[in-house]
């Protein structure tokens, strides 16, 4: 087992979180201004997370 913070799919998914959160605390106009950013960074976020799960090999402990 490995240590939590030694996960790629932890970090990949607490990126994505914080994009999230940023976007929010800049205002839905950005992201209203800009749908097509938001389109390409969830369909990236998508495939890493793919990705991820068929190069993982050890489950993380707590």
């Known amino acids: 087992m490995k240590k939590w913070y030694a996960s790629k799919t ?3 998914n607490a990126l994505t979180f914080g994009v999230g959160l940023v976007g929010y605390a800049v205002g839905h106009e950005v992201i209203a201004e800009h749908p097509e950013v938001i389109s390409v960074l969830i369909a990236v976020q ?3 997370n793919v990705a ?3 190069i993982t090999s050890k489950p993380i402990e707590v």
């Open 10 to 12: 932890f970090w990949i």
């Open 46 to 48: 998508g495939a890493l």
């Open 52 to 54: 991820l799960r068929f």
